[in-house]
C-alpha cells in the first residue's frame, strides 16, 4: 500500500517521486505498449468509434435524419424487392414520403437536400425485381420431401399409458 503524501511535500512533486522510486525499483520495466506512441491523441471519440466497432453496433441512428432518410431512399429499392403485394409497396413509399414531409417541416440538424420518392416509380421496379424472382423460382427444381422417420421403438421398462 502506498504511503500518504506528506503535508509539507506539493502534490507534484510526491508524485514525481513515487515515479522516480518505482523506475529504479525495475517495476515499470516491460510494460505493453513500451516504446510505443500514445495512440488517439488527435480524436477525441475514438472511445466510441472502438466501441461500435467492436459490438458491431449500427451507425445508422447516429446519423441526422435527413442523411438517414437519404440513405432509407438507396436502400429502398432492395427492401421492397421481399414485399408480397403493390399495395403493401404504395404504402411503404407513402410512409417514407410523410417521414420526408415531416423532416423538411422540422429541419433540425445539417441541411441535407431530401427529395420525396415517386411510389410509380418504385411499383415499376418492384414488378420488374417480382416477376424475376418468380420467374427463378418457377425455374428452381423443388426438393424432395424428406422420408419420414420410422416410429421409436417402444421399451420394454417403459409403462402404457
Given at each position: 500500500m502506498t504511503e500518504r503524501k506528506p503535508a509539507n511535500?506539493?502534490?507534484?512533486?510526491?508524485?514525481?517521486?513515487?515515479?522516480?522510486?518505482?523506475?529504479?525499483?525495475?517495476?515499470?520495466?516491460?510494460?505493453p505498449g513500451a516504446g510505443k506512441p500514445l495512440r488517439?491523441?488527435?480524436?477525441?471519440?475514438?472511445?466510441?468509434?472502438?466501441?461500435?466497432?467492436?459490438?458491431?453496433?449500427?451507425?445508422?441512428?447516429?446519423?441526422?435524419?435527413?442523411?438517414?432518410?437519404?440513405?432509407?431512399?438507396?436502400?429502398?429499392?432492395?427492401?421492397?424487392?421481399?414485399?408480397?403485394?403493390?399495395?403493401?409497396?404504395?404504402?411503404?413509399?407513402?410512409?417514407?414520403?410523410?417521414?420526408?414531409?415531416?423532416?423538411?417541416?422540422?429541419?433540425?440538424?445539417?441541411?441535407?437536400?431530401?427529395?420525396?420518392?415517386?411510389?410509380?416509380?418504385?411499383?415499376?421496379?418492384?414488378?420488374?425485381?417480382?416477376?424475376?424472382?418468380?420467374e427463378r423460382l418457377a425455374d428452381a427444381e423443388p426438393?424432395?420431401?424428406?422420408?419420414?422417420?420410422?416410429?421409436?421403438?417402444?421399451?420394454?421398462?417403459?409403462?402404457?399409458?
Amino acid at each position: 500500500m502506498t504511503e500518504r503524501k506528506p503535508a509539507n511535500v506539493d502534490f507534484a512533486d510526491w508524485i514525481e517521486a513515487q515515479i522516480r522510486a518505482a523506475q529504479e525499483r525495475g517495476d515499470l520495466d516491460g510494460l505493453p505498449g513500451a516504446g510505443k506512441p500514445l495512440r488517439h491523441l488527435d480524436d477525441d471519440q475514438w472511445w466510441l468509434k472502438a466501441f461500435l466497432k467492436r459490438e458491431d453496433l449500427d451507425t445508422a441512428p447516429l446519423l441526422p435524419e435527413g442523411l438517414r432518410l437519404r440513405k432509407e431512399i438507396e436502400l429502398l429499392p432492395t427492401a421492397v424487392a421481399a414485399v408480397p403485394t403493390e399495395d403493401r409497396v404504395r404504402a411503404l413509399v407513402a410512409e417514407l414520403n410523410e417521414r420526408i414531409d415531416q423532416c423538411i417541416r422540422t429541419h433540425t440538424g445539417p441541411t441535407v437536400l431530401v427529395r420525396f420518392v415517386d411510389p410509380d416509380e418504385i411499383v415499376a421496379g418492384w414488378r420488374v425485381d417480382r416477376a424475376a424472382l418468380l420467374e427463378r423460382l418457377a425455374d428452381a427444381e423443388p426438393e424432395p420431401e424428406p422420408e419420414p422417420e420410422p416410429p421409436a421403438k417402444r421399451r420394454w421398462w417403459r409403462r402404457r399409458r
